[in-house]
């Protein structure tokens, strides 16, 4: 029998194999790539959406409900007094037990057609009573402010794991080309509680991270955009062109690195956002009238006013996530003198977000846009320090509006106090659902495979709040 010689041994067969995979891979990535570029979903719709974006409004530091979206008349009743001992255990709240009971110092009154109370400090949201959905019996396990941005932004009060705004680009992607997918953007350069944590990809690929906006070291709406003097676009073009081509070779060694293809993507996507993104964050377009309405001309609401003004321009241009923090740096957190620090951030944001709601409703948007309200917990009927109070986990209240959300109503209670939410709770993990449902997203279809484990937004927890729209 003639011997056959082999045309590849078996260690060049492998290396070749090994080779042809890495390719493979690339392709894959590059599939992404070219996916989200175009603005088709990365897994689509798992069932008919009423939103197409979301802005979450993040209060950072915890705004106490108490004192803005929950009337408790009990709590004046008992003001100076001891907590009642039925409310005593298991108290999983902060704050001693023999603190006494801070009175609220607002007046409420019931606006819309629906009634709703709402205090003094939000003049202007309460305007639109009939548009919100107000949520007064969420819950969670984070009593810090880490673990509770964590949860609240993450689902976990671990650190580790994707955002919600990346969740939600993995699950349907761009509507735009020539702007980012998921935007941050917060009331002051500073880098807030758990910095990039709050918007990062956690385990997904890099790809999904929200890109700040406003957050540079210059006065440049995004950091690091404009061309360098003496550099045209034809130049600019050949150096991305030869830069794409090294990374699409060093991505074919290293298939695994997800952090190359976030790398490709965000050299085009800056490539366009350089015509596109200053038309888009350019507030001298806007009128006289509409300055006003965001409160751009008066210095408290100026700078919360500017980024929800550029929210609205955005959700125009199709961006799917955009998170607006108040309070950068745990503002809200009202250990003592909650009297002048609520009048302060409230102050800060009221006019501005009802300018938004504003906006975007007589422009057609709201209906497409879900507008989310909250912190990372509320505030302890409790005081602290004489005048303030600690941290909330166990009952505080969030809102949305729009979206396909029915406004003018309440979901759920908390007790008598304030303290703990008692009907139809909402922890986290639901609210989170509640979003991506509106979104069009099934919560445990939503998967990404890491490690060989299917991981899901909401660790397999919550459930959708269907008082929202019944």
């Known amino acids: 029998m003639p011997h056959i010689q082999p045309v590849v041994n078996r260690r060049q067969m492998l290396s070749q194999a090994g080779a042809g995979f890495g390719a493979l891979a690339l392709n894959g990535m590059l599939t992404q790539a070219e996916t989200l570029k175009t603005g088709l979903a990365t897994q689509g719709c798992h069932h008919p959406a009423s939103a197409k974006s979301v802005i979450f409004l993040f209060m950072e530091g915890g705004p106490s409900q108490l004192d803005t979206f929950d009337r408790k008349p009990l709590l004046n009743e008992l003001a100076g007094q001891s907590l009642p001992a ?27 057609e629906s009634g709703l109370e709402i205090s003094d400090w939000f003049p202007h949201v309460a305007q639109h009573a009939d548009e919100l959905a107000i949520l007064r019996s969420c819950y969670g396990e984070g009593i810090n402010h880490s673990g509770g941005c964590n949860l609240m932004n993450t689902g976990s009060i671990i650190a580790g794991r994707p955002s919600l705004g990346s969740w939600v680009t993995y699950g349907l992607g761009s509507e735009t080309e020539e702007l980012p997918a998921f935007v941050v953007m917060k009331d002051q350069k500073k880098p807030g509680t758990n910095g990039v944590r709050s918007w990062g990809p956690g385990f997904l690929p890099s790809t999904f991270q929200g890109t700040p906006v406003g957050d540079g070291p210059t006065d440049e709406a995004i950091a690091n955009l404009t061309l360098p003097a003496g550099i045209d676009e034809p130049r600019q073009r050949q150096k991305l062109d030869l830069i794409r081509k090294i990374n699409k070779m060093h991505a074919a ?7 190359l293809d976030a ?30 309405l965001y409160g751009l001309d008066d210095k408290p609401t100026a700078n919360f006013g500017e980024i929800c003004l550029l929210a609205r321009r955005m959700v125009e241009r199709g961006v799917r996530f955009i998170q607006l923090f108040s309070g950068t740096g745990s503002g809200w957190d009202a250990h003592s003198g909650i009297e002048s620090n609520h009048t302060k951030y409230c102050g800060s944001v009221d006019k501005p977000i009802a300018g938004l709601l504003t906006d975007l409703r007589r422009r057609g948007l709201l209906d497409q846009t879900l507008v989310v309200w909250g912190g990372e917990f509320g505030r302890t009927p409790m005081s602290e320090k004489g005048t303030g109070r600690d941290h909330n986990p166990t009952g505080f209240t969030m809102w949305m509006a729009g979206g396909g959300v029915n406004g003018g109503q309440v979901i759920g209670a908390t007790d008598e106090l304030g303290l703990y939410a008692t009907e139809n709770r909402a922890h986290v993990h639901d609210i989170h659902a509640s979003i991506l449902h509106l979104l069009g997203l099934d919560r445990l279809e939503l998967s990404y495979n890491h490690q060989g484990r299917l991981e899901r937004p909401t660790v397999n927890e919550g459930k959708m709040i269907r008082q929202l729209i019944s």
Do not use: H
């Open 86 to 112: 039925s409310f005593r255990e298991p108290i999983t709240a902060m704050g001693e037990k023999g603190s006494p009971l801070l009175e609220c110092k607002r007046k409420w009154n019931r606006y819309g």
């Open 253 to 259: 060694r290293l298939p695994d690195v997800s952090t």
């Open 263 to 292: 790398r490709i993507r965000s050299y085009e996507l800056a490539y366009r956002m350089q015509s596109a993104a200053p038309e888009a964050v350019d507030l001298t377009r806007e009128t006289a009238a509409t300055r006003e």
